[in-house]
């Protein structure tokens, strides 16, 4: 560690107080931002790095869809570091405590939707930018800030920022699996849709129908029970993540006509749609889901000879959960971007880092690593998260803090 960034951290009680790092965060949590929906916050993202004299601005990833990026040092010249984070949140399921976009702190925790996944590290990404700006220290390297849409789609606003040419030497992505691990290896997602279509009739006549919700179910049995082998009978399997392949079948709707009509249920459904997340390891790619898939769907099809079956990857825009494939990524926990986080966390702040690599079950995870590794970036995920059984409805201060602050170190070290 140089003398520079030993200093730096010296100041960082003053550069970086834990009460606006928490108002920060709960500014964010104040604004919903359903994936989809996560422009207003995009804004005030960017008005927020604007009043603290960081460059920013907005990139349109779709129409009316906007993304925020900033820069803090130079303006030329390749990043040395990226912070990057998903303004989207995950949606807010039964059991919420209290008003969810009305941050709450009881003793360590801080309450509020999308804290956990992932505003928290938004605001640490966002304290550690201003910390650098605010010591006037002069950067040698850009730092390159990256809020981003889609990530619970498979990624698209990180698709989007490299697309545009944006880049760096290395990248951290606080994702909320705990400033004690930093992960380099995790699972691939692909999300497809399991569409069924038949023949609806009366209640009177069922027999003449095919009643698709029935069918459905059957697949989704086949699908289970299926150990997904590849055409040359390998299964999608490996010993470092045992309990993969995994398959959620999480969301369902039947119905009549195109659009699931819930109405006249005195007819069977002929149409039926469930919604798949599947998890796999490495070395697997998505070309080999889709062939380990196709043998399932031939087995459903001569099954239920009178059903139209179909795996529709990506699924129907309309349901919301994207297509783009997200791989897994494969790194070597030995990076020199882990010895760092790991080296500043314990100069920062009381955590050490207990994991790195590979960290079950955290490492199933999918997330926007896998691209920018992918793009020849060095990364991994490293990310304040909360503690208990109501985890996901929380995130711990004093985490938070530590990565901030392990992040502003870290950009003064790579990029000053």
Same mark, same amino acid.
């Given at each position: 560690? #140089?003398?520079?960034?030993?200093?730096?951290?010296?100041?960082?009680?003053?550069?970086?107080?834990?009460?606006?790092?928490?108002? +920060?965060?709960?500014?964010? *949590?104040?604004?919903?931002?359903?994936?989809?929906?996560?422009?207003?916050?995009?804004?005030?993202?960017?008005?927020?790095?604007?009043?603290?004299?960081?460059?920013?601005?907005?990139?349109?990833?779709?129409?009316? %869809?906007?993304?925020?990026?900033?820069?803090?040092?130079?303006?030329?010249?390749?990043?040395?570091? +990226?912070?990057?984070?998903?303004? &989207?949140?995950?949606?807010?399921? +039964?059991?919420?405590?209290?008003?969810?976009?009305?941050?709450? %702190?009881?003793?360590?925790?801080?309450?509020?939707?999308?804290?956990?996944?992932?505003?928290?590290?938004?605001?640490?990404?966002?304290?550690?930018?201003?910390?650098?700006?605010?010591?006037?220290?002069?950067?040698?390297?850009?730092?390159?800030?990256?809020?981003?849409?889609?990530?619970?789609?498979?990624? +698209?606003?990180?698709?989007?920022?490299?697309?545009?040419?944006? #880049?760096?030497?290395?990248?951290?992505?606080?994702?909320?699996?705990?400033?004690?691990?930093?992960?380099?290896?995790?699972?691939?997602?692909?999300?497809?849709?399991?569409?069924?279509?038949?023949?609806?009739?009366?209640?009177?006549?069922?027999?003449?129908?095919?009643?698709?919700?029935?069918?459905?179910?059957?697949?989704?049995?086949?699908?289970?029970?299926?150990?997904?082998?590849?055409?040359?009978?390998?299964?999608?399997?490996?010993? &470092?993540?045992?309990?993969?392949?995994?398959?959620?079948?999480?969301?369902?709707?039947?119905?009549?006509?195109?659009?699931?009509?819930?109405?006249?249920?005195?007819?069977?459904?002929?149409?039926? !749609?469930?919604?798949?997340?599947?998890?796999?390891?490495?070395?697997?790619?998505? *070309?080999?889901?889709?062939?380990?898939?196709?043998?399932?769907?031939?087995?459903?099809?001569?099954?239920?000879?009178?059903?139209?079956?179909?795996?529709?990857?990506?699924?129907?825009?309309?349901?919301?959960?994207?297509?783009?494939?997200?791989?897994?990524?494969?790194?070597?926990?030995?990076?020199?971007?882990?010895?760092?986080?790991?080296?500043?966390?314990?100069?920062?702040?009381?955590?050490?880092?207990?994991?790195?690599?590979?960290?079950?079950?955290?490492?199933?995870?999918?997330?926007? !690593?896998?691209?920018?590794?992918?793009?020849?970036?060095?990364?991994?995920?490293?990310?304040?998260?909360?503690?208990?059984?109501?985890?996901?409805?929380?995130?711990?201060?004093?985490?938070?803090? *530590?990565?901030?602050?392990?992040?502003?170190?870290?950009?003064?070290? %790579?990029?000053?």
């Amino acid at each position: 560690m #140089t003398d520079r960034v030993a200093e730096f951290i010296a100041r960082l009680d003053t550069l970086l107080p834990e009460s606006e790092l928490v108002e +920060l965060a709960a500014g964010l *949590a104040a604004i919903p931002s359903p994936t989809g929906g996560e422009t207003e916050l995009a804004v005030h993202i960017r008005d927020l790095l604007e009043r603290n004299g960081i460059r920013s601005e907005l990139h349109e990833v779709s129409a009316g %869809r906007q993304q925020t990026v900033g820069w803090v040092g130079p303006a030329e010249g390749k990043p040395g570091l +990226l912070l990057n984070g998903h303004l &989207d949140i995950d949606p807010l399921v +039964l059991g919420h405590p209290d008003d969810p976009y009305r941050a709450r %702190r009881v003793g360590d925790k801080l309450y509020g939707a999308g804290l956990h996944n992932m505003k928290s590290g938004l605001a640490a990404i966002l304290a550690a930018a201003m910390a650098v700006r605010r010591s006037e220290i002069e950067l040698n390297k850009p730092l390159l800030l990256e809020f981003v849409v889609g990530e619970l789609q498979g990624g +698209l606003g990180t698709r989007e920022a490299l697309r545009r040419g944006l #880049t760096a030497e290395a990248a951290v992505v606080p994702e909320p699996y705990s400033v004690r691990r930093v992960i380099t290896r995790t699972a691939g997602v692909y999300k497809f849709a399991v569409v069924v279509r038949g023949v609806s009739a009366h209640t009177s006549r069922s027999h003449e129908g095919v009643d698709a919700l029935a069918v459905l179910r059957g697949v989704c049995d086949l699908l289970e029970d299926n150990r997904l082998r590849l055409p040359d009978g390998a299964a999608l399997y490996s010993d &470092d993540f045992p309990t993969l392949p995994r398959l959620q079948i999480a969301s369902m709707v039947a119905g009549r006509g195109e659009a699931h009509d819930l109405s006249g249920v005195s007819y069977c459904a002929d149409k039926a !749609t469930a919604l798949v997340d599947l998890r796999y390891p490495p070395p697997f790619e998505p *070309a080999d889901v889709a062939d380990a898939l196709r043998d399932v769907l031939s087995q459903a099809t001569a099954r239920y000879p009178r059903a139209h079956i179909a795996f529709d990857h990506p699924p129907d825009p309309v349901f919301g959960v994207g297509g783009t494939d997200m791989p897994p990524m494969d790194v070597p926990g030995d990076s020199a971007i882990v010895a760092d986080v790991s080296k500043l966390l314990t100069e920062v702040s009381e955590f050490t880092v207990e994991e790195t690599g590979l960290a079950l079950p955290y490492s199933y995870c999918g997330n926007d !690593t896998t691209h920018l590794s992918r793009a020849g970036i060095e990364c991994c995920l490293f990310g304040p998260r909360g503690a208990g059984a109501d985890t996901e409805h929380h995130v711990l201060v004093s985490e938070m803090s *530590a990565c901030a602050r392990t992040l502003a170190a870290l950009a003064v070290l %790579r990029c000053g």
